[in-house]
């Protein structure tokens, strides 16, 4: 009974930090109010006994909230707090799209015939999720990894626009190389 | 007795002092800063951090409103002091505790004071872009072409480990400064030459240059080894520069110079080329970066020690230029390197004798 | 490993108030006996306590007052979280089978916290103070968190006590001390402390504590004195053997062995300069990373021969 009272109240606490984010005047706020509602899906996780998901989730969300306030900084030309901005585009579109979707994926959750459970959850869940995860798909798991951060390494070289002759001169053996600003090691 | 007997009297062994240092008052300041921490007090680092705001020295007019801006800043329970001399500081700090215990005064202190922030020119908002009447800042690009917020901020002349008076208005982007402008509070007039103050002071030029390493180690992030030069400092003021400070000064020097974190830490920070420095009228002591001026500050001080010729290269000789040199030299840095700069540059802004009297 | 009742949450808080003491008191010796009256710096925290709970609390202009406050008091809730999964010897309040995955959240929610008391105040040098604590944070934290993989593998468990446990035979810092040093580092780095304190720097009057007064700052220097605490103790289990250890019981010996090494982490504050955040970057990246990396790869390929 408790545990019902929880999960729904996570769920609304969940949606209005949600719209939140929307509402609010300073991009700090909006970025913590997406924390929240995070942190409360995270916490209904947990309450589905998926022990593992649930406290990775809050983890990478909290995280990635941490570093959106240096993507705040970078990115936003305006001061990105105090006064009240218009955090939507397109409205009417967004909202149409938004109301459909709402529809198609309520409709779903509610008229699917979902399958009976066959058999017990196993006592450890964590260690279910990682074979069904890194036992059939380990390849893909093994190469979705350096990928993504082979993308991302690859995206920040083509967006910089200091190359690396710029870096290390026209021959390519000027060391330390000519940066802005130093780093740690020297490279 | 009361809890709040009880809680200021323990409150009070652990007060925080904010010093404002008018140009001239180095040797003030100092006795001061001794007696301060003798006592188990701090120095406090910001007016948040502070109980007690004292005044080194009879401030000019600019100086002085800038002192009532940062004592409102002050939270309270808080106590104010002025030290014109030297004299002064004879039971000045009990006078202080005293102040500091009196709860019945800093309670109407208390009431008198607004409750909420406000700009002097009340809470308006001056039409939408101006929260509380701050403008919002402008954009312009910055070194990587982003467009970032320009912040106009003075890095100001209360600040622990800054020259006394001196008041840099920096344009930041980020916390890089893109532009900045140097003056010296209440017109003062820096010396071309090194004064004669710091001679007057009791322990003279060496125990001022323990004091510049002091500073520049405490902002380098370094407890130990600013301790180290502030023991050396009191060791040169109390007894002079001879042999029996010397050893002192050359561990010191050894500390600073053998530990490779510093080095790694400084090296490259606040660099000063070689090429343009005759231009702009620097002495030769100033190139190099951070960590190189100093040792240099250290190897000077061992010079005057010995009271060899000086060979080390001179780097208190010229302040008025290195005031005016100032905003090329800090454009382009981060705060850190800022800061760091500054300290390295030892600026005496003790001002002119001709001002002096006239002030 | 036997789960006590929820109503020893009190106790483990107060035996984390008493090393957060201890932690102080121990600096505020270090530093007094450099730098004054060495009697009175180790009773520092009794007096700086009372100092701060006379001081108003204060507010500038136009501040996020709701984040601001949140990420002062924060950091001493966090730390509290952190010990709820750390065993006392056989005990432990919450034997949650991801333990090593909860404090790894913890850690991170401290992220969000300094960098909220670093924006509250709408003061330059607290938010310059703010990203550098962020700047350090993208160094430390994936070094950090690979380091604290590296005894989930060797336990093949994610649950504290069975880490705790898998150490009967030798310590996990005796052959995997990379991964020791990591998270050293991290422990460190995410307290704020020594020479990872560039975020509370001179340079910036005080960086992210510049406007702090009060209370608030009470709670966020306790809280920092409280997340190194957290650290030291989560390490007992991690690395340190857990409760094990002749003689004495299995509690004492945890309770030992977190002293010991937050007196480690205490100490360590005066004799360093600080990192800064540039420099740092590379050395996170570039250094500690790929170390830490070659050190789960050790410990798989011992733990896989083991088997």
């Known amino acids: 009974m408790v545990l019902d009272v929880a999960f729904w109240a996570l769920g609304v606490v969940a949606v209005l930090s949600g719209a939140a984010v929307f509402r609010v005047d300073s991009m700090a706020r909006a970025t913590y109010a997406l924390a929240l509602s995070f942190i409360a899906v995270g916490v209904a996780v947990l309450m589905l006994h998926q022990d593992y998901l649930g406290v990775i989730t809050i983890l990478m969300m909290v995280m990635e909230m941490a570093v959106m306030a240096v993507y705040m900084v970078m990115f936003m030309g305006m001061n990105p707090a105090l006064m009240p901005m218009s955090m939507v585009h397109d409205n009417r579109r967004a909202l149409a799209g938004a109301a459909a979707t709402f529809v198609v994926l309520a409709a779903g959750a509610l008229l699917v015939p979902w399958p009976a459970r066959r058999g017990v959850p196993s006592a450890d869940t964590t260690r279910a999720l990682g074979e069904s995860l ?18 991302i390494v690859a995206g920040v070289v083509l967006a910089a626009h200091r190359t690396r002759y710029d870096r290390f001169g026209d021959d390519l053996r000027q060391r330390p190389a000519d940066d802005p600003q130093r780093g740690g090691v020297g490279r | 007795m009361g809890v709040s007997e009880i809680l200021a009297r323990y409150a ?27 006592r188990g007090w701090q120095l406090a680092e910001s007016p948040a951090d502070a109980d007690v705001l004292v005044v080194c020295g009879q401030p000019g007019p600019e100086l002085g409103e800038l002192v009532d801006r940062v004592w409102d800043q002050l939270p309270g329970p ?16 009990d006078a202080i505790q005293a102040g500091l215990v009196d709860t019945a005064n800093h309670r109407a202190d208390a009431r008198q004071r607004p409750a909420t922030p406000g ?29 970032m917020d320009v912040l106009h901020l003075p890095l100001g002349p209360v600040l622990r480990h800054w020259p006394a008076g001196l008041v840099l208005r920096c344009a930041l982007q980020g916390d890089v400064v893109v532009g900045a402008q140097a003056s010296i509070l209440d017109g003062g007039h820096v010396a071309t030459r090194a004064t004669a103050a710091k001679d007057d002071a009791r322990g003279g030029t060496n125990a001022w240059l323990c004091d510049q390493v002091c500073a520049v180690l405490s902002l380098a992030g370094w407890p130990d080894g600013a301790a180290s030069a502030r023991r050396v400092r009191d060791a040169l003021i109390d007894d002079g520069s001879g042999e029996a400070t010397r050893p002192a000064l050359e561990r010191l020097r050894r500390e600073v110079f053998g530990s490779r974190l510093l080095r790694w830490s400084l090296r490259g920070v606040g660099n000063v080329a070689a090429q343009g420095r005759g231009s702009r009228e620097l002495p030769e002591g100033v190139v190099g970066d951070v960590h190189d001026r100093l040792v240099r500050m250290l190897d000077r001080a061992l010079a005057g020690q010995l009271a060899t010729p000086v060979t080390v290269p001179a780097l208190l000789d010229h302040p ?31 001002p002119t004798r001709e001002q002096v009297a006239h002030g | 490993m036997t789960t006590v009742a929820a109503g020893w949450a009190i106790g483990a808080a107060f035996l984390l108030g008493a090393l957060t003491l201890f932690a102080a008191g121990l600096d505020g010796y270090a530093t007094a006996r450099l730098e004054g009256s060495a009697r009175r710096g180790a ?52 034997d949650v089978g991801v333990g090593v995955v909860w404090f790894n959240a913890m850690d991170v929610v401290v992220w969000a916290l300094v960098w909220l008391v670093g924006w509250g105040p709408n003061s330059a040098h607290s938010l310059v103070g ?42 996990f810092v005796v052959w995997m001390p990379i991964a020791f040093l ?108 790929p170390a830490a990396l070659v050190q789960d790869l050790l410990v798989a390929v011992i733990a896989i021969w083991r088997r």
């Open chain 2, 12 to 38: 009070v062994q652990r007060a925080h002092v904010l010093v404002v240092e008018v140009p001239g008052c180095w040797s003030l300041r100092v006795a001061l800063e001794r007696q301060v921490l003798s």
């Open chain 2, 320 to 350: 008025a230029a290195l005031v005016g040199a100032l905003p090329d030299l800090v454009t382009g840095l981060d705060l850190a390197a800022v800061r760091l700069l500054v300290a390295s540059l030892a600026l005496d802004t003790t």
């Open chain 3, 130 to 171: 703010g990203y550098r604590f962020l700047a350090h944070g993208l160094a430390y934290e994936l070094p950090l968190m690979f380091a604290l993989v590296a005894p989930a593998i060797a336990a093949e468990s994610l649950r504290v006590g069975d880490v705790a446990a898998a150490q009967q035979g030798l310590w």
């Open chain 2, 119 to 147: 700009m002097d020119h009340g809470d308006m908002d001056h039409g939408d872009m101006a929260p509380h009447g701050i403008p919002l800042a402008g954009g312009g690009e910055d070194r990587d072409g982003l467009e």
């Open chain 3, 43 to 94: 009773a520092g925290p009794l007096f700086e306590g009372a100092r701060l709970m006379r001081q108003r609390a204060r507010m500038t202009v136009s501040a996020d007052a709701l984040l601001w406050r949140i990420g002062s008091a924060g950091l001493v809730v966090t730390a509290l979280m952190m010990v709820t999964v750390v065993p006392l010897g056989r005990w432990t309040i919450f």
């Open chain 1, 134 to 151: 890194m036992g059939p798909k380990m390849l893909a798991m093994v190469v979705v990894s350096p990928v993504m951060v082979a993308t």
């Open chain 2, 78 to 93: 808080r106590v104010r002091l002025g030290l014109p001399r030297i004299e002064a500081l004879d039971g000045a700090l």
């Open chain 3, 182 to 289: 990591v998270y050293c580092v991290g422990v460190v780095a995410f307290a704020v402390w020594g020479p990872f304190a560039p975020a509370l720097g001179a340079d910036l009057a005080g960086g992210v504590g510049a406007e702090l007064a009060g209370p608030d700052r009470l709670l966020f220097l306790a809280g920092r004195y409280a997340l190194l605490a957290a650290g030291a103790a989560f390490a007992v289990p991690m690395f340190l053997g857990g409760g094990a250890g002749p003689v004495l019981p299995a509690w004492l010996w945890a309770v030992l062995k977190t002293v010991a090494l937050l007196a480690g982490f205490v100490l360590l504050r005066r004799r360093l300069p600080a990192l800064r955040p540039d420099l740092f970057m590379e050395v996170g990246w570039l250094v500690l990373l």
